[in-house]
């Protein structure tokens, strides 16, 4: 199961590449306070973005899913570093056996203590250049787009990102 954060959901839908979690095996999920967060604030804002990620549930590629609360639950909402949304998929994700798709280190810092298995966008981009589902020059255009429309990446990491795909070419 993949267990979708705001961050990443966002980035892939501004660079119009959400069709990506077609090639992803298990059920890929978005915890309700997310899709509230993304689609329900987003379409009042008037993001296009909000309205790509609507359509893909409205088409299947996601799950909606509403997160119970738990101990694991009440723990993390003790730290003011993540969100309520980080916290109902950091929770959907352990609960399911799942990862946490998500980009900030905040997050991903707890997910490490709490043992919860994460990967970022980029990771899932390059994923899919690793399994052929896009070409490895489509990895790094869709890398470069999401920086262009505000993803942060740090230099070094940059770097290394960009050159996965590379050394997926034959």
């Known amino acids: 199961m993949w267990v979708f954060d705001a961050t990443a959901l966002i980035y892939l839908a501004k660079v119009e590449q959400l069709r990506l979690v077609s090639t992803f095996e298990g059920c ?12 329900t604030t987003g379409l009042e804002a008037g993001y296009p ?3 790509r990620i609507e359509q ?4 299947g590629r996601f799950d909606l899913v509403s997160v119970d ?7 993390l ?10 916290v109902t998929a950091l929770t959907c994700a352990a609960s399911n056996e799942g ?16 043992d919860i298995e994460t990967r970022g966008t980029a990771y ?4 899919c250049a690793k399994r052929g589902a896009i070409a490895p020059d489509t990895a790094r255009e869709t890398i470069d787009a999401m920086i262009d429309a505000g993803w ?4 070094d990491v940059y770097t290394t990102i960009v050159r996965k795909p590379e050394s997926f070419e034959d």
């Open 77 to 86: 909402r003790g730290n003011p570093t993540v969100s309520d949304a980080d």
């Open 152 to 155: 942060y990446c740090a230099p």
């Open 49 to 51: 973005d909000a309205r």
């Open 124 to 127: 899932l981009v390059v994923l």
């Open 99 to 114: 990862v946490a798709v998500m980009d900030e280190t905040a997050g991903r810092r707890v997910a490490d203590i709490e």
């Open 69 to 75: 609360d738990s101990p694991l639950a009440d723990r």
């Open 28 to 39: 890929c999920c978005i915890p309700d306070l997310v899709y509230e967060e993304v689609v």
């Open 56 to 59: 893909s549930v409205e088409d």
